[in-house]
Structures are given as structure tokens and as C-alpha cells.
């Protein structure tokens, strides 16, 4: 009697040992690490489809169809191959290949909505309309200033102008330094890297768009894409997950807390006409679309990290 409990009591382990390394199994699949080459490598971010899976040449050129025109001030400047260059190095970080392929599409979408604003030259009876003008600069055109502030970390490089540059423009010089050490290029010395090079310029745009401002922080690719639980004084200053945070962590109160106001409405805007010419349609815009009534999460009065 005593040994057939025994037999049974040791089988019943080798079924927990049996289940228990089917389900660590399970565990590990689901984290395996895939390679899609040179644009998505050693991440599980890369099982997905990679961007340019589902956002080609074409779809560039239907979303910035202007940029090129004679009256564009970055002719010949920005183009899809720098774009998706870029963003090899955010993609096994999950830029684009979270959540699957829609998901990758909206955040695309999203990300070059605020390209596309804050790089226009479109106007109310612009060709084309003014949200077919995106990508038509890549610096500032008339700087009232050399945006040098006094910065013990970032000091000011002698003769040197950090006027905005970019694909979501940086300016003043404690920026160009903060987001240098993230490329690890030294933008501080030499800001006008960002109006040389299109790769540099949209991973500069990439690194702000996947980077908290300041820890304890979300990203605007964390809050878009869900990865983010707002805390309860989240909810009681109305930031939710959505589009609408990602303005409120990129501008705080330049575009947030203040009402509809144009310079927000612009870039939903954009957002919502890149998703049309996706093929993924407003409609799908996702919720929390604006920050008209947000409470900025960094105040301008504080010292902001871009």
C-alpha cells in the first residue's frame, strides 16, 4: 500500500515537473527574440511585420506629395529611405511593431502627424491642400535668436546656433545636448547635423518620440500604443492613453490644457489624413484624440528635457 502511494505520489510530480516546463515552454515562445534583416533584428518586436511591410515608398510620397515642390524650402532633403533607415533603430524597440499591424500603421501614422505639422508650409488654399505640405522644412527660416541659455551639463559650443532643426524641430542648446547623448552624436557641437542629414533628423524626431521626458514618465510611443497605465492624478488632469497625450508629453502648454485651439487641431489634423491615405481612416483615430483640457505634464515654467 505504502509503496504503490509512493508511485502514485511520484508521478504526480513528474506530471507538475511535465506541466510546469510546458508552460515556462510557453513563457519562452512567446518572448522569442526574431530577425528581419537589416531593418528589425534580436527583439520580439521583430516577429511583427516591419514598417516597410506595410508603409512603402508610395504611401511616403502620397503623405508628403509637396515636398518637393519649387516653393519647398528642403527640396531634395527628406525621403523614405531615411525615414526607414531611422528607424531600424527603434523598430526592435517596438516603434511600428507593437501590437501588430494596425497598430504599427496608427503609430506611424501618428509619429509623422507631428512631422508633418511642425515641417509645413501649407496654407488654407496651399496646392493640394495645407496638410499635403509636410516635410517641406528642416530648419527654422528666420531665427529671432540663438536659443543659447546657460546650462551647466550643456554648454553653449562658441559659435554655434540652436535654432530649430529637425523633423520635430529641436531648439535651445540643453536640448541639442540631451538628445545628442541619446544618438550618441554631439549635437551640441555641431547642431547643424540635423539639417544635413535625413537619417539623423528623423531619429532625433524617433529618439523624442520614444524617450520619457523625465523618469516616472511615459513616452509618446507608450502612451499611444497602450503600454501605459495612467496613475490617478493622470485621470484627474485628463491624461489618458491616445493621441492626445502624445501632444501633451512633446509640447506640454504650447498646444495642451488651453481649448481647441488651432495649433493643436493642426496636428490631429495631419494624424487623420495620413490615416486616410494609409488606407486606415479616420474613424480609427482611437480615443482621447486631443489635450483641449489636459493638464500639461511638464509646465513650462520647469526646465523642459526637449
Known amino acids: 500500500m505504502a509503496r504503490e ?16 516546463l510546458y508552460f515556462a515552454g510557453g513563457v519562452e515562445s512567446k518572448q522569442k527574440k526574431c530577425d528581419k534583416g537589416w531593418e528589425c533584428t ?16 508610395y504611401q511616403f510620397e502620397n503623405l508628403f506629395s509637396k515636398r518637393n515642390a519649387p516653393v519647398a524650402h528642403a527640396v531634395g532633403f527628406w525621403d523614405y529611405h ?3 533607415i531611422a528607424s531600424t533603430v527603434y523598430q526592435p524597440l517596438g516603434f511600428g511593431t507593437t ?36 516635410l517641406c522644412y528642416n530648419h527654422e527660416m528666420s531665427p529671432s535668436q540663438s536659443y543659447c541659455n546657460e546650462d551647466y551639463l550643456y554648454p553653449c559650443t562658441p559659435g ?3 535654432y ?13 545636448g540631451i538628445i545628442g547623448d541619446g544618438l550618441k552624436v554631439d549635437l551640441l557641437s555641431h547642431p547643424e547635423y540635423l539639417e544635413q542629414n535625413a ?23 507608450d502612451v499611444f500604443v497602450g503600454n501605459w497605465e495612467p496613475t490617478k492624478n493622470d485621470t484627474l488632469a485628463k491624461r489618458l492613453p491616445g493621441f492626445g497625450t502624445t501632444m501633451n508629453i512633446l509640447y506640454g502648454d504650447e498646444v495642451c490644457g488651453q ?35 489636459q493638464e500639461p505634464m511638464n509646465p513650462s515654467y520647469q526646465p523642459a528635457s526637449s
Open 160 to 162: 554655434a546656433e540652436y
Open 99 to 134: 501590437g501588430g499591424k494596425e497598430m504599427g500603421m496608427k503609430e506611424v501614422a501618428a509619429f509623422l502627424g507631428h512631422v508633418g505639422s511642425k515641417t509645413s508650409c501649407g496654407y488654407g488654399v496651399a496646392t493640394g491642400g495645407p496638410l499635403a505640405w509636410g
Open 82 to 84: 531615411s525615414f526607414i
Open 259 to 293: 481649448g481647441s485651439v488651432d495649433s493643436m487641431n493642426n496636428i490631429i489634423s495631419h494624424y487623420q489624413y495620413y490615416l486616410d491615405l494609409m488606407g486606415i481612416g479616420r474613424e480609427s483615430s482611437g480615443e482621447n484624440l486631443d489635450c483641449a483640457e
Open 164 to 176: 530649430g532643426r529637425g523633423a520635430l524641430p529641436v531648439f535651445w542648446n540643453y536640448n541639442y
Open 42 to 57: 534580436n527583439s520580439i518586436y521583430c516577429c511583427n511585420e516591419t514598417i516597410s511591410d506595410f508603409f512603402q515608398v
Open 5 to 20: 502511494k509512493a508511485c502514485r505520489a511520484a508521478k504526480a510530480a513528474v506530471l507538475v515537473l511535465v506541466v510546469a
Open 199 to 221: 537619417t539623423m533628423a528623423f531619429q532625433a524626431a524617433m529618439w523624442r518620440w520614444m524617450t520619457p521626458m523625465k523618469k516616472k514618465q511615459p513616452s509618446a510611443h
